[in-house]
């Protein structure tokens, strides 16, 4: 599976950016997806995470209300619509997939196999 995502830039406190990961490799509808981020000098943290149908959707608290994962699988394609930002959400932005469901939890990075190579949002305040 190869991830490339896509979307990430500079935008305003308050404003919003939509984020694409196209995949492409294996039959996207699948497996679940997710979006990770990494801030300079912290650890990755989970974002958000869709199944393989799109029906079931979960989401970290720091995010909930404010971001959007959704997929289209006709696309091989998920996002991450983020609306209301924070300057404390500037990072790198990753998607990753879950081709194998270790069962470590989907909150977990160790839970996803592949990984999309990262893009920079940055929040001004």
């Known amino acids: 599976v190869q991830l490339q995502a896509s979307g990430g830039g500079l935008v305003q406190a308050g404003g919003s950016l939509k984020l694409s990961c196209v995949a492409s490799?294996?039959?996207?509808?699948?497996?679940?997806m997710g979006w990770f981020r990494q801030a300079a000098g912290k650890e990755r943290e989970f974002i958000a995470r869709i199944s393989w149908r799109g029906g079931s959707t979960l989401y970290a608290d720091s995010i909930k209300g404010r971001f959007t994962i959704t997929r289209d699988n006709a696309k091989n394609t998920v996002y991450l619509q983020m609306d209301s930002l924070k300057p404390e959400d500037t990072a790198v932005y990753y998607c990753?997939?879950?081709?194998?469901?270790?069962?470590?939890?989907?909150?977990?990075?160790?839970?996803?196999?592949?990984w999309g190579q990262g893009t920079q949002v940055t929040v001004s305040s």
């Open positions: 990753a997939a879950d081709t194998r469901s270790y069962g470590l939890g989907p909150g977990s990075e160790y839970e996803y196999d592949y």
């Open positions: 490799g294996r039959t996207f509808s699948s497996y679940g």
